[in-house]
């Protein structure tokens, strides 16, 4: 259960000078969707609230200049283009005081239709494998994350924490990457989630500074803006990477050529607008590629065909409840002396926010523990010594899918980290989960 955001570099000695047209290095630059905000409330989402308070519009550009994806819309935004290039997922309202919802349209030409009919706003739309997408639906004033079939249907919820949550990309191997706040806190944080809701986890343990805006490069790596900068996830490493780029605010969302050119949001300062700009990795400098004066120039995404990601067959059962496995709660990032963990709490949080006891159980001397817990719900753990004081509890909450069984190698242990190839010893005591599905329960039951 881990858990990822935001960005900068400076600009030397370029006159920004307003412009539209692309200035790759290549001879012949890509053709791309981008949106332009007068406003750009980039993090307002992590407290339920509009990103685009004066509207925007998408845009494309291509070899016979800019013009507008959609006509006949009071506002567009959150392009995605399509597997094979062909169409294009947006976010639109027909009137400025409809609520968002999710569009599709060809981009031969053609009316949009649309994917959801959300009573609220529907924001920040992907394509998955198997004609499906996902988007973030509010819900209550918090942003949850949803997928339904572009056919339509009914919704799937793939996010059950109790903070707002929002896709950022979604991963070759089949995961969605979003951003959701971290804890309590309204620090974003980047995580990922399969199309099931199963297997929530943050995308790395080392927490702190903010990341969002997170996207997949081809090399596999993510790449994110946070606090003062860009970083990456590479797979060789638990930690984040900086990026060493020019100074200034990265609004993340980069998309990247087939040359290895990145076309990113970036400004000079917080008080002046993000403008896209193309850079290539080592170089000291941005080159202008849009330049919308007086707005704000975002969300680039490249007009081609791309790889289909790996499906994701659900192994969901049909229970009400999960089970969790933990495997060695000493392997974790958090040192713990040698038989010093004597049990574990878990807990979870009502509709109200207030913050329930679901039960404790042991846990067995090779740091091996076995619970049934409730599905969908808010879930924290809590480890303590044999005199009851805490040893380490989780800052932030993740869940278990209804029917879902999740194994972990250890608790807050990084991706790393390999189990020990032995049975655990709470499973050759008993195979029965410890009944932690019920609040204010303190005992455990099953094989203890």
């Known amino acids: 259960m881990r858990q990822v955001a935001i960005a900068v570099l400076v ?56 013009h507008a994806l959609i006509t006949n819309f009071a506002a567009s935004a959150d392009p995605a283009i399509s597997f094979d290039g062909k169409t294009v997922l947006f976010t639109g309202k027909h009137t400025a005081q409809d609520r968002w919802q999710i569009w599709e349209v060809a981009l031969a030409g053609g009316d949009a239709r649309a994917i959801t009919n959300c009573a ?91 990341r969002f805006g997170g996207k997949q490069l081809g ?58 700009m193309w850079w290539t990795a080592g170089q000291k400098t941005l080159r202008p590629a849009v330049q919308e004066p007086g707005s704000n120039s975002i969300e680039p995404v490249l007009i081609a065909e791309r790889p289909l990601p790996k499906r994701h067959p659900s192994g969901l059962h049909d229970w009400q409840v999960g089970n969790l496995l933990c495997l060695n709660a000493y392997t974790s990032k958090s040192k713990f002396a040698e038989d010093s963990i004597h049990s574990v709490r878990l807990y979870t949080r009502a509709a109200d926010g207030k913050v329930q006891l679901l039960g404790a159980s042991p846990v067995e001397s090779d740091g091996s523990f076995f619970v049934q817990v409730p599905g969908d719900q808010p879930l924290q753990i809590e480890l303590l010594d044999a005199s009851g004081k805490t040893l380490k509890r989780e800052a932030g909450w993740f869940w278990m899918r209804r029917g879902e069984q999740r194994v972990c190698v250890g608790c807050h242990a990084g991706p790393e980290s390999a189990p020990e190839n032995a049975v655990p010893m709470v499973l050759l005591k008993s195979t029965t989960p410890a009944d932690m599905t019920h609040p204010t329960s303190a005992t455990s039951v099953g094989g203890h």
């Open 219 to 276: 090399s596999g790596d993510v790449v994110f803006a946070r606090d003062h900068g860009l970083g990456r996830f590479t797979s060789a490493l638990a930690k984040e990477m900086g990026i060493e780029a020019p100074t200034g605010d990265y609004a993340g969302d980069l998309a990247e050529t087939v040359a290895g050119e990145w076309l990113l949001p970036w400004r000079p300062r917080a008080d002046s607008d993000f403008q896209l």
């Open 120 to 210: 609220d706003d529907c924001i920040r739309p992907f394509y998955l494998p198997e004609n499906r997408v996902v988007y973030a639906e509010r819900a209550n004033g918090r942003f949850v994350i949803q997928t339904v079939d572009l056919a339509g249907g009914n919704p799937l919820a793939l996010t059950y924490g109790p903070a707002n949550s929002l896709p950022s990309d979604v991963l070759r191997d089949g995961r969605v990457l979003f951003e959701s706040a971290y804890g309590d806190t309204e620090t974003p944080e980047l995580y990922t989630v399969y199309s099931d809701g199963s297997g929530v986890e943050s995308y790395r343990c080392d927490h702190g500074k903010a």
């Open 11 to 66: 600009l030397a000695g370029i006159g920004l000078v307003p412009r539209e047209h692309a200035m790759p290095s290549t001879s012949s630059p890509p053709e791309f969707l981008y949106t332009v905000a007068k406003r750009y409330e980039q993090l307002a989402w992590i407290k339920g609230g509009e990103r685009f308070p004066s509207g925007a519009t998408v845009f494309t550009r291509d070899s016979s200049g800019r």
